[in-house]
């Protein structure tokens, strides 16, 4: 296996869907798959007057999310991850959903260079699932993560998301306890809180909007069980087993740098944050006329950016300096079992995971020299 690539990485947005589902603020938009070559043109027509800003470097990263990647024609998508050019060794993810997860798909990946699929299973009881506004038929994940080890793919993720309405805390249990026990069996899991974003039915429904106090015990249930199966956390919503972190996140959480293609995607460099237009037709009109689709930009200054620097830090297993916080808060955050003590870092306990927001709130002014480090 190549060395694994370091450096900038590039985030491409696929907003095609075949159903949006209720709980879905992402830029995402259905009955729109006639647009998809020309929206693949703009992709392939933005990049190349982009690719500078990696500074002359390949990507070590190539994330493909949507909306619903495996929607697009499998040697159009496989075009265009080509045209990216990673660098030896990168990690190169694909965002699949698996009632659309095809061994011809899968094949036509790897053959591009696709190292990682991410699947958007959310959860197997069918109850939760349409409370959630999804389905995914029976058999779907089983066949997917077949194809998956079949085709050779060094990994793969499963997402879920836990606290939809009807949902208990057997159900979770059961869903966990089946993507553990698919085969090859996930050595990456994401479970995520169900958030409720503005302007979705979810939000229009608040009988389905999630308890707190719910939410909190089935986390704890995730975190007990997943590292029962021996997989760690590393953030607070992401397991995995040794060496099978996604290092594409991993650039977000650490500041890296990354170019986003596509219609609403986000760059990041040095400290300047930038986003494109997030309309479809409005994207690839802009693209084709001028080669950009920049909507809009902000530099964060020193200080913006070590605080965030720490607020990120503080959600992932390597923690932050001690020092990041007062003495006073330091000793009544540990006394509390919110952190523990790791050398001169301190790392957030189950506990602690569960109140970050809150824990974020006392860290320091990081203004001392080295704070953020």
């Known amino acids: 296996m190549d060395t694994p690539a370091r450096g900038p990485g590039v985030y491409l947005h696929i907003p095609f869907c075949a159903r949006r589902c209720d709980y879905c603020a992402f830029t995402t938009f259905t009955g729109r798959q006639e647009a998809i070559p020309a929206y693949?043109?703009?992709?392939?027509?933005?990049?190349?007057?982009?690719?500078?800003?990696?500074?002359?470097?390949?990507?070590?990263?190539?994330?493909?999310?949507?909306?619903?990647?495996?929607?697009?024609?499998?040697?159009?998508?496989?075009?265009?991850?080509?045209?990216?050019?990673?660098?030896?060794?990168?990690?190169?993810?694909?965002?699949?959903?698996?009632?659309?997860?095809?061994?011809?798909?899968?094949?036509?990946?790897?053959?591009?260079?696709?190292?990682?699929?991410?699947?958007?299973?959310?959860?197997?009881?069918?109850?939760?699932?349409?409370?959630?506004?999804?389905?995914?038929?029976?058999?779907?994940?089983?066949?997917?993560?077949?194809?998956?080890?079949?085709?050779?793919?060094?990994?793969?993720?499963?997402?879920?998301?836990?606290?939809?309405?009807?949902?208990?805390?057997g159900d979770l249990v059961a869903s966990l306890e089946a993507v553990l026990a698919l085969d090859p069996a996930p050595p990456h899991i994401s479970a995520y809180a169900l958030t409720v974003e503005a302007g979705t039915p979810l939000a229009r429904t608040p009988e389905r909007h999630p308890d707190d106090d719910v939410q909190a015990r089935r986390y704890a249930l995730c975190d007990e069980i997943l590292e029962g199966a021996g997989l760690e956390w590393y953030e607070v919503s992401n397991w995995a087993r040794p060496t099978h972190e996604c290092r594409h996140n991993r650039n977000y959480w650490g500041q890296g740098n990354y170019v986003g293609l596509g219609c609403a995607a986000h760059s990041h460099r040095d400290g300047v944050r930038s986003w494109n237009i997030a309309h479809l037709d409005r994207y690839i009109a802009a693209v084709s006329a001028t080669g950009a689709a920049c909507a809009g930009a902000e530099r964060l200054d020193g200080p913006t950016q070590a605080r965030e620097r720490l607020e990120l830090g503080l959600r992932t297993r390597d923690g932050v300096p001690a020092r990041a916080f007062a003495p006073a808060d330091l000793a009544t955050l540990t006394a509390a079992g919110l952190l523990r003590h790791v050398g001169g870092r301190v790392v957030l306990t189950r506990r602690g995971r569960l109140l970050a927001n809150e824990v974020a709130c006392r860290l320091a002014d990081p203004a001392p020299a080295g704070l953020a480090s």
Request: with cysteine; hydrophobic share 45%.
């Open 40 to 169: 693949l043109d703009a992709v392939l027509q933005e990049w190349a007057a982009r690719r500078a800003e990696l500074g002359g470097e390949r990507p070590a990263t190539v994330y493909v999310g949507g909306g619903t990647p495996s929607l697009v024609p499998a040697a159009a998508l496989a075009r265009v991850i080509a045209a990216l050019d990673p660098a030896p060794g990168a990690e190169v993810t694909v965002e699949c959903n698996p009632e659309s997860t095809t061994p011809g798909l899968l094949a036509a990946l790897r053959r591009a260079g696709v190292t990682r699929v991410s699947l958007g299973v959310q959860s197997i009881a069918p109850h939760v699932l349409a409370g959630l506004g999804r389905a995914h038929h029976a058999g779907a994940l089983e066949a997917a993560v077949e194809a998956i080890g079949a085709t050779g793919f060094p990994t793969y993720n499963v997402d879920l998301i836990y606290g939809g309405a009807g949902e208990r805390d």
